[in-house]
Nanobody, 123 residues
Framework: QVELVESGGGSVQPGDSLRLTCSAS?????????QAWFRQAAGKGREFVAL????????LYEYSVKGRFTISKLNGGNTVYLQMNSLKAEDTAVYYC???????????????WGTGTQVTVAS
């Protein structure tokens, strides 16, 4: 069973940057898998942020983060990154990484999840 562990969250000011890391271990992730980031703000539902194919390539982004966030993965590695620049207060949430089998933004289609890392953006 693959396990996902997120790290890199923290408290920053508006305009700052953070890089989140999601490390996979304990099993083999198929090269056809999809790696995604979702977030959940207090009192709100889980929201898609970005996804990338496990074998790499360009990412797909939620509209509000496009141009500010970048999802990436080193070829052959077990770690996916989410570089977050120009952070805004509305980016405050718990960020989760997930692995799925379909190139989709619906969180219900993802079966393997990390426990999340808190990102707080406040002045």
């Amino acid at each position: 069973q693959v396990e996902l562990v997120e790290s890199g969250g923290g408290s920053v000011q508006p305009g700052d940057s953070l890089r989140l890391t999601c490390s996979a271990s304990g099993g083999r992730v198929l090269s056809s898998s999809i790696q995604a980031w979702f977030r959940q703000a207090a009192g709100k539902g889980r929201e898609f942020v970005a996804l990338i194919r496990w074998r790499g390539g360009s990412g797909l982004y939620e509209y509000s983060v496009k141009g500010r966030f970048t999802i990436s993965k080193l070829n052959g590695g077990n770690t996916v990154y989410l570089q977050m620049n120009s952070l805004k207060a509305e980016d405050t949430a718990v960020y989760y990484c997930a692995v799925g089998t379909e190139y989709e933004t619906n969180h219900r289609l993802y079966k393997v999840w990390g426990t999340g890392t808190q990102v707080t953006v406040a002045s």
